[in-house]
């Protein structure tokens, strides 16, 4: 029986703070980028903040998904590669902010078809 699922994946690695950061796209020639882990790290002792990651196709939000972290907690979602928690259409820019100034690390794990 053939292998279901991406033959290739790859981990994006960003910054989320006060001022919203570009921290991928998904080149044209692919059909959709799937994130099926994300891994967020708050490094900050503040209270518990939030960040958001946010889908742009051009300057025109479309989407965006918020997270909550308390300080210094880490958020760990995971999931089989076939069945991803988001999804990023070809052309789509990938944001991320977050809630106050603070320092949240962010590993996400994708792959393009």
Same mark, same amino acid.
Not at 55 to 67: A, N, P
């Given at each position: 029986?053939?292998?279901?699922?991406?033959?290739?994946?790859?981990?994006?690695?960003?910054? /989320?703070?006060?001022?919203?950061?570009?921290?991928?796209?998904?080149?044209?020639?692919?059909? /959709?980028?799937?994130?099926?882990?994300?891994?967020?790290? @708050? @490094?900050?002792?503040?209270?518990?903040?939030?960040?958001?990651?946010?889908?742009?196709?051009? !300057?025109?939000?479309?989407?965006?998904?918020?997270?909550?972290?308390?300080?210094?907690?880490?958020?760990?979602?995971?999931?089989?590669?076939?069945?991803?928690?988001? !999804?990023?259409?070809?052309?789509?820019?990938?944001?991320?902010?977050?809630? /106050?100034?603070?320092?949240?690390?962010?590993?996400?794990?994708?792959?393009?078809?």
């Amino acid at each position: 029986m053939p292998k279901i699922g991406p033959q290739d994946t790859y981990e994006m690695i960003g910054w /989320a703070s006060d001022t919203e950061q570009t921290i991928g796209n998904v080149p044209s020639d692919k059909f /959709a980028r799937k994130v099926y882990s994300i891994v967020a790290i @708050h @490094h900050t002792p503040s209270a518990t903040s939030w960040f958001a990651l946010r889908k742009y196709k051009g !300057t025109t939000l479309e989407r965006e998904t918020k997270f909550v972290l308390g300080a210094f907690a880490t958020l760990d979602l995971r999931r089989d590669p076939e069945a991803p928690l988001l !999804t990023f259409e070809a052309g789509r820019d990938i944001k991320t902010i977050a809630g /106050a100034p603070t320092s949240i690390q962010l590993i996400l794990s994708y792959y393009d078809i």
